[in-house]
C-alpha cells in the first residue's frame, strides 16, 4: 500500500490538494506492489493526475478500486479490475476515445493547463499491459469520469516479481 500512497501523495503535492482527497479500496496489497514499475505506474500516475487535476472542487473524491475479479465471464476470470473514478468537470459526449490521441484536450477544459499527452500515454501502457480500458462519463451531471482497467494477473504477477528482484540489488 505504501508505493500507492506515495504516488497519491506526489500527484496531490503536484495540485496543491491534501491525499485525502483520494480514497482507495483494495482488499488484496500484493496487487498494489506491481504498480511501482513502468507501464503500471505511468497509468496510475496520469489517470490520478487527471482526476485530481479535474476534480476542482475541494471537496471533491477521487476513488482508486483495485479487485480481482474471480468469476465469469471467463474471459475477464483470471484478471484484476482497477477502477479510478472521479467528481470532476466529465468528459464530453462521444469525446472519450479521441481524447487518447496525442494532443487531444476536450473544449470543456481549455481553462486547464495540460498538454493532452496523459490518456494517449494511458492507453500506449494498457496496450502494453495487454489490459482493456474503458470510460464512462456523465459531463451534464457532477459525477465526473471512470477509467476501468481490466489487467491480467499474470502480467501483475510478473511485475511484482520484476519489483522484488529489483529491491535485492
Do not use: M, W
Not at 506491481?34 to 475541494?58: E, G, M, Q
Not at 479521441?98 to 494498457?126: F, M
Not at 465526473?144 to 482497467?149: E, H, Q, R, S
Amino acid at each position: 500500500r505504501l508505493v500507492l500512497q506515495e504516488l497519491i501523495e506526489r500527484e496531490a503535492a503536484r495540485f496543491g490538494v491534501t491525499s485525502d482527497k483520494v480514497v482507495v479500496h483494495c482488499p488484496d496489497d500484493a496487487i498494489i506492489e506491481s504498480i511501482r514499475l513502468f507501464p503500471l505506474n505511468a497509468v496510475l500516475s496520469n489517470l490520478l493526475s487527471n482526476a485530481i487535476k479535474y476534480t476542482p472542487d475541494p471537496a471533491g473524491k477521487v476513488r482508486v478500486t483495485v479487485q480481482p475479479i474471480a468469476s465469469q465471464p471467463a474471459q475477464i476470470s483470471g484478471c484484476t479490475r482497477l477502477e479510478l473514478a472521479d467528481e470532476g468537470v466529465g468528459i464530453q459526449s462521444g469525446l472519450a476515445r479521441q481524447l487518447i490521441q496525442a494532443y487531444s484536450r476536450a473544449d470543456n477544459v481549455e481553462h486547464i493547463p495540460g498538454t493532452g499527452l496523459g490518456l494517449a500515454i494511458v492507453a500506449n501502457a494498457a496496450e502494453l499491459l495487454q489490459a482493456t480500458i474503458s470510460i464512462q462519463s456523465v459531463p451534464e451531471r457532477p459525477v465526473g469520469t471512470a477509467f476501468t482497467l481490466i489487467l491480467p494477473n499474470a502480467l501483475l504477477a510478473a511485475n511484482a516479481v520484476a519489483t522484488d528482484k529489483a529491491r535485492s540489488q
